[in-house]
């Protein structure tokens, strides 16, 4: 069972253009929702997170949207950069982030010039 | 300050063989976490250690994966007779640990080990 449901797989955006990935979760207990970064041969580096007490956070080019009730959050990268090209992980836990992340599949960003 | 630190980067196993990765967490961190990941996949939980305590082993197969983290030392995963199927990256991280809504547990994770198994 997915805990953790990611879409788009892939996603090819022209530069200074917005990117939009989206995740929807079914464990309410969940109360950390960050999103992780990652480059070919790197670790995961985290980019942002929200917890739901909050509808909305950004952080220069980078703003998540948070939907509880429908339990869905969104990554929305503004003026997408070739250098924003990786692979971008939704995930969530619980207890404010003490326990394990359940991971999204991924998706893989490239920005084309 | 430095990161999380996991090693060997790559490491090349025959079938039955063992394999052991190594993790440091950063520096004032008390807990780590082992994540596996597949080609093409999502990182999966395996095992979430304090110093000298298991807290949660339940996404770690019950046969030849086994954990630890010393009081002194890395956190070692130990795969114990390797087969193909275990060939994957496999992911360190390592957090704080503190409570209430504004707490900074952020998991900051390592470059991983590339375990080949032949």
């Known amino acids: 069972q997915q805990q953790v449901k990611q879409s788009p797989q892939s996603l090819i955006v022209q530069k200074g253009g917005i990117s939009i990935i989206n995740c929807a979760y079914e464990n309410t207990a969940f109360d950390y929702f960050p999103w992780y970064q990652q480059f070919p041969g790197k670790g995961p580096a985290l980019l942002i997170a929200i917890r739901p007490d909050v509808s909305e956070k950004k952080e220069g080019r980078f703003t998540i949207s948070f939907n509880k009730s429908a339990k869905q959050f969104s990554l929305h990268i503004m003026d997408s950069q070739p250098g924003d090209s990786a692979t971008y992980f939704c995930a969530a836990s619980s207890n404010g982030g003490n326990t394990p992340l359940v991971f999204g599949k991924g998706t893989r960003l490239s920005v084309i010039a | 300050n430095a990161g999380v630190m996991q090693n060997p980067r790559h490491l090349v196993r025959r079938r039955g063989q063992e394999a052991r990765l190594r993790c440091s967490p950063m520096k004032g961190h008390s807990h780590v976490y082992w994540y596996r990941q597949l080609p093409e996949e999502g990182l999966k939980f395996m095992v979430y250690l304090q110093k000298e305590n298991i807290i949660d082993e339940s996404g770690m197969p019950k046969e030849r994966f086994s954990a630890e983290f010393p009081k002194e030392g890395p956190s070692i995963l130990r795969i114990q007779q390797v087969v193909r199927g275990d060939s994957a990256a496999y992911f360190c991280?390592?957090?704080?640990?503190?409570?209430?809504?504004?707490?900074?547990?952020?998991?900051?994770f390592g470059a991983g080990t590339r375990l080949s198994v032949l």
């Open positions: 991280a390592s957090s704080p640990f503190s409570q209430g809504i504004s707490a900074k547990n952020i998991q900051y």
